[in-house]
């Protein structure tokens, strides 16, 4: 997981925001056989050796959690974004 303070969690039915100090860095979407995880950050400004995220609107990228997904590579991912707000 990500150890800091000032991290708050908000989940409705299907998604779940993850905020640091009321800024949004991660927001997934729940569906019954993916997870689409949302990151505040662009694609150019993330290591991903595989290649998995994807622009999402000027600012913003995506990428996809399958079954059997590699989760550690996930929260790897997850990790630059949180990172990110505080350099």
């Not at 303070?5 to 009321?22: A, K």
């Not at 595989?50 to 996809?64: A, C, E, H, Q, Y």
Request: hydrophobic share 35%; aromatic share 10%; proline share 6%.
């Amino acid at each position: 997981g990500i150890d800091g303070d000032g991290i708050n969690e908000e989940i409705t039915q299907s998604n779940i925001v993850d905020l640091h100090d009321e800024t949004q860095f991660c927001y997934l979407v729940v569906d019954d056989s993916v997870v689409r995880v949302y990151l505040s950050m662009k694609p150019g400004e993330m290591e991903d050796p595989m290649g998995l995220v994807r622009p999402w609107s000027t600012s913003d990228s995506w990428f996809t959690i399958i079954p059997g997904g590699d989760l550690d590579y996930a929260m790897f991912l997850v990790n630059q974004a949180y990172r990110s707000l505080n350099p």
